[in-house]
C-alpha cells in the first residue's frame, strides 16, 4: 500500500480535526503543516509528527515528499492554492468554497481539469451515513420518482460580524451544505425562489439575511423547499426529507446522546427528555472522517474523487441564483447565472 | 343541564361519525336525522334513536325539539342550509366549507352574523391535542416570536375525479387544513406563492393540482411554507413544526399503533418497525370528538363557538389566494382576494 | 339490531367512564343505575337516561328490561353480585377482581358456568391496540418461539392506605394486569419468584410492598420478568417486550402528546422534549372503551366474551402464587396454590 | 507532551481496531506488534508503522522504547502476560477477562498491586456516551435513590463451539459487560439468582446456557434484572434502564442510522423503519476508542486509571456467582464467591 504524503494547509480548528483523522487513515502521512499563527502550526506539527512546517501554505505545497494537500485557510486563498497545488501535480482536498465567485471558481477548476489532478471539493454531508445510505436507495429505486424535498439547516448561532462580511452571505456560507444535499439527493435545479429577511439588525446592515425559506423547482419536476436559521435557541437543526411515489426517506435530528430521562417538571407533570446536538462538529464527525477516507481510497484506487470540480461549481452556481432571488425578490433562472 | 335537540343532516361516513359522538355527549340528543339515501338515513336514525326523518334536511331543521343543526351534507348545500338553519335561529355546526366562493360565503355568514346564532367551522386540526397544546405553548411565549412554518399534509390516495371537480381544488378541498392550522398557530397571512403541478393527467384535465408547494409570508414577518400531495403511498402524512426565537415544537406523525417489531429483513439484516396511520379518520378521531364536545360546551356555556364564521372565511380566503397563485405563477397578496 | 339494557352497578369514577362508553355503543341502553352514593347516582342517571335508579346494586339486577349488569362496585361485593346476576341470567361484565381468595373465585364463577351467562373480566389492557395486535402477531408466529418476557407497571402514587388494607396486596391490586398479560401474550406460568420490598415504612405495617420484580417460568420454556412499583416520579409507566426466536415486539411508553418542543436549558444546552402519561386513565382509555365495545358484540354475535371466567381465576392464582413467593422468599409452583 | 511506546499484544480483529484508534490518540506511539499468526502480523505492522514486530508476546514487552501494553490475546495468556508487564514495569490495558476464575485473577492482580504500574481493564461500556452520561447523572442524585435496574445483552448468533468452550461460559464471556453496567450504574451485589437454559443443544451438550435471566439485590436494596440471549435474529440488542425515587434513565437502543423509510406493505398498508445494530462494533465503537484515549490521557496525568483491577476481579465475582446458581438452581450471596 502506497502511502501518500500530505501538506495540511491551515491549522485551525478545522485542520487539527482533519489531522486528527489523518491519523487514523492507513495510507496517509503528515509531511508538511502551514499555518501563519505558530501555536497552531506548531500544535499541528506535534500532533501529526510532520517533518515539516511553513508559515507560507504555498511553500508547503512544494515540501518533499507531500503528495496531496488539504486547504483547510481562509476562504479568500483557496483559489490560489488550488492553482499552486495544481500545477504542483498534487491532489487536493479542498473545503468548500473554492471562492465567492463564479469567475474565480471556474479560473481555479479550470488549471485542475488541465492539469489533471485529483480533487474533491468538503461537501462533507455526502459522507454522512444517513444521507449516503438514502441516496443508496434513491438510486435503487426504493422511493421511486422524486415529488417533494425538505430540508432544514439551522445554526445554533451566527458567526461574528467579521466573519459574516466576508462570508459571501448566509446562502453561500451556510444553505450551500443544503443545496448541495438536494443535488445530491434529488438533481439539478431549474428555478430558485427565495423568502427571508434580517431580522438582526447588524446583519440587515451587511445586506445579508439571516433567516430565509429557498424553494427550488428541479429538472426533473420535483419541488423543493430549504429553511435556514442563523440562530437556534436548542442549538444545531438539519433535517431532510425526500417524498417521492414509492415512499418517503427522513434523515432526523435524533438525540445527540441515545439517553432518555423521564422525571417531573416543576408543574408536577411527568416529561421525557434528550439532549439534542450543538452544532456541525457533533452532528457530522463521522462524515468529516468519512470524507477523508474516501479521498485517499480515491487516490489509492486511482479513481476520481467526489463531490467533484463540477459540484463545486453548481452548488455554488444555485447558492449565487438564491442569493440573487433573495436580494431582486424574484424567481431566478439558474441559467441566469453564469 | 338543558339537553340540546340536535338534527343531524347529512347521514354518510362522516355524519355517522358524529352521530356516534354525539350519543356520547351528555348535554345533546339527536332527534332528527336527514338523508336522501334511504338506508344511510335509517341507519343514522337506528344508531341515534332519533325520533324524526327526513329526507330532505331543510325538513329536519324544523323539526320538534331541534336546537341545534349539523350540516355533514355535500358542499354545495352547506351555504343555503346554513342560512335556513339561521332564519330559524338554530345554533349551527358546519363541516367546511361553507361554500367555494368568497360572496357565497359572505352571504352565508352574514345571515348568521345578523341572526346570531351560534356557529362552528369544522376545522377539527384545531381540537386534536397536539395542536391545541401547541398554541397554548405559543399563546404562553414559549416559543418566543415565530419565524418559520412547515406543513406537510398528503393523502393515501386522491377522491374520485367525480368529487374532485365539485371540490373547488386541492388547495379548498385538502390544503385548506393546513393553511387553517398556519393561521391557527402563527397568525394571519399577506402574501402567498405556490409551485406544483397535476402529475396525474386526469386531475390535470380538471386544470387541479395533486403536488403542491405553498409558501406563506405572515403579518408578523415570519415565512411558513406547506407541502401537499393528494397520494402518499405509505399512507395519511401530516406533521406540522413551528421554529421560534426560543424553541421549537414538532407535531409528528408517530406510529399509529405504539408497537415496535424488530426483526431480519431478508437480506439479513436487522430492522426495527411499526405501522403508520392510513388516514384522516385514524388519525384525527379524537378530535372529531372533541370539536363537537367543544360546540356543545359553548351552547351550555353561553360562549362564542371556535373556529368561527371569521375563520370559515379567511382560510377559505386562503385557500382562494393560493389557487389563484398557482393558476397564475405569481405572488398573490390576500388583500387581492375580496 | 337487538339492544341490550344494562344495568350500572357502581357510578364512582369508573363506572362514569364505563357509562359514557355505552352511550356510543349502538346495541347498549342503560336502563338502571345504582351506587348508594346518591350525588354519584344521580349524575349516572342523568348522564345516561336511565329509568330506574337504586341504592341497592341488587335491586337494580331485577329492574325491567336489565340484560346484562356491568359490576364496577368495590371489589369486596364482586362475588356476591355475580352470583345474583348469574341466578338472574343476566349477561355479567365484572371488574377485576371476582374476589381476593381463590375460594371465593371459583364459588363465584362456579354458578356462572352452571348458569351459562355471558360473563367477561375487565382485564382491559388485552383490548389496547399495541396488546391486541401483538397477540395476532404471536399467533401468526411472527416471532417464533417465545423465549424471554419483561414488563414495567409502576403507579404515579401509591392508594391511599384504606383502600390499600383492603387491596388483596400489590400483586393482587396492581401487578395482576401485567400477570394477566403476561399469561395473554405468552401462555400458563408453572413457577413464580419474587424480589422486592416495601420502601415505604406505612406500606410496610400493611404487610404489603410496594416495588416488586417478579420472575416468572412459562409452562412453554420462556422466562419472564416484571417489574412493578407504587410510585413514579413521572408517571404511568407501562411497557412489555416480548423476545421470540425471529424477533422481538415492544409495546412502548410514547409520549401522552405526540408533540416535541426542543429548547435550551437553563445550563445553556439543547433538549427536546415531551410530555408523560399521566395515569391508566390517560393510558388506556381506549382500551376501556374497546372491552366493552367487544362484550356487547358478543352478546350480539352469541359468542363467548373474553377474558373469560377462567382468566379471571388463572390470573389471580397467579397473583397469590407471586404474593406467596414474596412473604416466603422462595419459588412458588403455581399448582401449590389451589 | 510525553509520547507512550506501546506494544500491541494479539493483532486480531480486536487488535486492530484498537491499533487504529491508537493512530489518532497524539500521546501514543505503536512500537512493536505481536501475534502468532504471521498475516495478522503484518497487517498490524504496516498499519501502525511500528518498528518491531514478534511472534511471541513476551518478548515485544521487553521491546526498546515501550512504555505501555495493549494485551488483546486468547483469554488464557491474559494473566501471565499481565504478570509479564507488570514486573517490566509496564503500564497494562487488558482486554477482560484477566482470567477464568477468582484464584488466578487475583494472582495476577496481586502482581500489579505489588509493582504499581498502571492497569485498566477493557469494559468498554462505562464509555459509551449514555452509559458515562446516565452515571454522571446518578452521581449528581438526578434519579434519587435506586429502586430497580433492567438490562437486556443479546449477541446477534452464538460463538463457535469452540470458542464457546474456553469461554468460562455465557455469564463470564457474554453477560459480565451486563453486570459491570449493573456495578457501574447501581453498586456492589449481594445475591444473585438465575432461571435459564441452553435451548441449543450443543450448547447444552458444553454444559453451558444461551439464554438467561439473572436477578441482582443491590447492596444499596435495589432489585436488577438482566436478560441475556446468545441469539437474536434482529441484531445486537443492548439496553439499560434505571428506576429511581426521582425519575428513570434508559439507555436504548435507537437505531443504527438515523433514518426512518416509509413505504407500503405488500399487505397495502404503511410503515416506517430503520436499520438496527448488527453487533457489538458497530454499536460501541466510540466506547472502544474513548476507553484507550482515557488509558493514555490516565497515563499522561498520573492518575489511576478506571476501570480498574479491583472492577476486574468484583465483576468476575459475580459472573461467577450466576453461574453457580444458574447450575445449582439457587440464590447465590456474593460472600460465597471468594
Same sequence: chains 1, 2, 3, 4.
Avoid at 250 to 270: E, F, H, N, R
Wanted: charged share 25%; proline share 6%; aromatic share 8%.
Amino acid at each position: 500500500m502506497k502511502t501518500f504524503g500530505v501538506a495540511l494547509l491551515g491549522c485551525g480548528r478545522m485542520g487539527i480535526e482533519h489531522a486528527r483523522t489523518l491519523l487514523s487513515i492507513p495510507n496517509a502521512r503528515v509531511v508538511a503543516v502551514a499555518d501563519p499563527f505558530a501555536p497552531a502550526r506548531e500544535a499541528a506539527k506535534t500532533l501529526t509528527r510532520a517533518e515539516f512546517d511553513f508559515v507560507n501554505p504555498e511553500e508547503a505545497i512544494d515540501a518533499p515528499g507531500v503528495d496531496a494537500v488539504l486547504i483547510v485557510t481562509p476562504t479568500a486563498t483557496h483559489a490560489p492554492l488550488i492553482e499552486a497545488a495544481a500545477k504542483a501535480g498534487k491532489a487536493i482536498f479542498c473545503e468548500k468554497p473554492v471562492a465567492l465567485t463564479l469567475d474565480r471558481t471556474q479560473a481555479a477548476l479550470e488549471v485542475v481539469r488541465q492539469t489533471g489532478v485529483p480533487f474533491q471539493i468538503g461537501f462533507n454531508r455526502r459522507f454522512d451515513p444517513p444521507y449516503s445510505k438514502a441516496k443508496e436507495k434513491i438510486l435503487a429505486g426504493e422511493l421511486g420518482e422524486i415529488r417533494q424535498f425538505r430540508a432544514v439547516g439551522r445554526d445554533p448561532a451566527p458567526p461574528s460580524l467579521e466573519y459574516l462580511a466576508a462570508s459571501g452571505g448566509q446562502f453561500i456560507d451556510q444553505a450551500v451544505h443544503d443545496l448541495d444535499a438536494a443535488r445530491f439527493l434529488v438533481g439539478e435545479v431549474e428555478e430558485v425562489m427565495v423568502w427571508g429577511t434580517a431580522h438582526n439588525p447588524e446583519i440587515a446592515a451587511l445586506n445579508d439575511s439571516d433567516t430565509i425559506t429557498t424553494m427550488l423547482r428541479f429538472k426533473n419536476g420535483a419541488v423543493g423547499v430549504i429553511e435556514n436559521s442563523r440562530i437556534s435557541s436548542y442549538g444545531y437543526d438539519i433535517t431532510t426529507e425526500i417524498f417521492g411515489t414509492h415512499g418517503k426517506i427522513v434523515l432526523d435530528a435524533t438525540p445527540k446522546t441515545p439517553m432518555w430521562q423521564y422525571g417531573q417538571t416543576s408543574a408536577g407533570t411527568g416529561y421525557l427528555s434528550a439532549d439534542h446536538y450543538h452544532f456541525f462538529m457533533d452532528r457530522f464527525l463521522e462524515a468529516y472522517k468519512l470524507e477523508l477516507q474516501a479521498f485517499f481510497k480515491s487516490l489509492e484506487h486511482g479513481t476520481s474523487p467526489n463531490p467533484s470540480a463540477d459540484d463545486a461549481f453548481e452548488s455554488l452556481r444555485l447558492g449565487l441564483a438564491a442569493t440573487r432571488s433573495y436580494h431582486e425578490k424574484r424567481v431566478v433562472r439558474l441559467e441566469e447565472v453564469v
